[in-house]
């Protein structure tokens, strides 16, 4: 059962990655899987919320950030050497390798994990967002394909982790905030103004 189920991620796998591959896929998706590139996007994300967001957004960026921690150590710290899954591009020859392979394991993707985890967490809380919040999470978890480093089983594993953490996460910011006395809430740049809570759940 095992070993039918790995060869239908390896097949899955060699489709994405040579049959599907194009110019326009070769430069796009290392774009969108680079590390340093998606740092910067949350950073500035972060940032921006916490500038232009009122308190209940401002302390749901905190929850972004412990979710980002947990994904990332449970991902890639605990259970990629417990499994211990090697990556394809270690094992399989002849496939379209765009980035540097790495050294590390292979499942759950923790790419995948992060991305999604951080999709389900806004998407709780903003549900008009959760369409191309979710179209982000699946570009970044598909674009490890197509560079070669994960197996679709990966990506699954990581996407299903990432999602969990990230409703959790969502699930205990609503207890936190309703108990929360409303003295202890970070200041707000917006306050005194009527401009409403981008992610009050009113609206969803």
Request: proline share 5%; charged share 15%.
């Amino acid at each position: 059962m095992l070993e039918t189920l790995s060869e239908i991620d390896k097949s899955i796998f060699l489709f994405v990655n040579g049959n599907l591959a194009n110019p326009i896929t070769d430069f796009i998706m290392p774009v969108i899987t680079n590390d340093w590139g998606l740092r910067v996007v949350y950073a500035l994300a972060m940032v921006t919320l916490l500038i232009t967001g009122k308190a209940r957004l401002r302390w749901l960026v905190l929850f972004s950030a412990i979710t980002l921690l947990l994904t990332d150590q449970i991902s890639a710290g605990y259970l990629k050497p417990l499994i211990a899954r090697v990556r394809p591009c270690h094992v399989l020859t002849d496939i379209n390798l765009l980035v540097d392979c790495g050294g590390g394991y292979a499942m759950p993707s923790t790419h995948a994990a992060n991305v999604f985890g951080q999709a389900a967490l806004f998407s709780y809380h903003y549900r008009r967002a959760w369409w191309y919040l979710c179209l982000i999470a699946v570009l970044v978890a598909l674009s490890r394909l197509f560079v070669g480093v994960h197996y679709p089983g990966d990506i699954l594993a990581g996407a299903v982790l990432g999602a969990v953490i990230g409703l959790l996460l969502a699930v205990g910011f609503d207890r936190f905030h309703k108990r929360m006395p409303r003295r202890t809430a970070p200041p707000n740049v917006n306050e005194g103004t009527n401009a409403p809570d981008p992610i009050d759940r009113r609206d969803s």
